[in-house]
Every structure is written in structure tokens, then in C-alpha cells.
Nanobody
Framework: QVQLAESGGGLVQAGGSLRLSCAAS????????MGWFRQAAGKEREFVAA????????AYADSVKGRFTISRDNAKNTLYLQMNSLKPEDTAVYYC???????????????????WGQGTQVTVSS
């Protein structure tokens, strides 16, 4: 089992910044993949960013590229999402998740992730 716990959400004005954290515990490996997703009210959960824990290789949704940065701290077993130049349309509940180990799992598909945190609310005011 893997436990994920997000923190760092809040209310911020447009143009501001927030950093989300996701502490991982339990049965994690050195080569797993983790991602951030978000879900706005009345919308489907969407991919934000993902990272390979070992290589540091990353991927981003076009909507956040250049504004958000995903990173990890191996020693703390913690995932981060630095969000800059926030826009009202970034308002959502943000979730961290661990990708499943099945062959062909896709970073951008929510159903390919096996473990999820409880989510943290990010609200960007205009």
C-alpha cells in the first residue's frame, strides 16, 4: 500500500504563486512515476504534470507548461508542484497520484494511476 498526502493549497490572487507538496509513504520504489491532476467543479479530472522518480523526466499539460514545475525530493519522499503566474482557470482541487506498474501505463490517463491523495483546494481570484 502507498499513502499520499497533499498540502499547500489555498487562496491566491491571479498572478500569484503556490507550492503544493505530496508526502508519500508505504511501498514506493526508486523508479516509480508520479503525477499531479486537478478537477474543477463540474469538470473531469485532468492531467497537470508527471515525473519519473528515478530519472527526473517530466511531462506537462499544455495549459500549465512554462508556469508550473513538478519536482521531487528523494530523501524526503515528497513530490512538489510549483505553480507560478496562476490564473482563475487554475482553480480546482489538486491531487497527487502514483502511476500503476502495468505495462503501457500512460502518465496522462487518470485511470492508469493506482493511488491517490485526498486532494487540496487551490482557488485563484481575479
Amino acid at each position: 500500500q502507498v499513502q499520499l498526502a497533499e498540502s499547500g493549497g489555498g487562496l491566491v490572487q491571479a498572478g500569484g504563486s503556490l507550492r503544493l507538496s505530496c508526502a508519500a509513504s508505504g511501498r514506493t520504489s526508486s523508479n516509480h512515476n508520479m503525477g499531479w491532476f486537478r478537477q474543477a467543479a463540474g469538470k473531469e479530472r485532468e492531467f497537470v504534470a508527471a515525473i519519473n522518480w528515478s530519472s527526473g523526466r517530466t511531462a506537462y499539460a499544455d495549459s500549465v507548461k512554462g508556469r508550473f514545475t513538478i519536482s521531487r525530493d528523494n530523501a524526503k519522499n515528497t513530490l512538489y508542484l510549483q505553480m507560478n503566474s496562476l490564473k482563475p482557470e487554475d482553480t480546482a482541487v489538486y491531487y497527487c497520484a502514483k502511476l500503476g506498474l502495468r505495462y503501457g501505463s500512460n502518465w496522462r490517463i487518470p485511470t492508469d494511476y493506482d493511488y491517490w491523495g485526498q486532494g487540496t483546494q487551490v482557488t485563484v481570484s481575479s
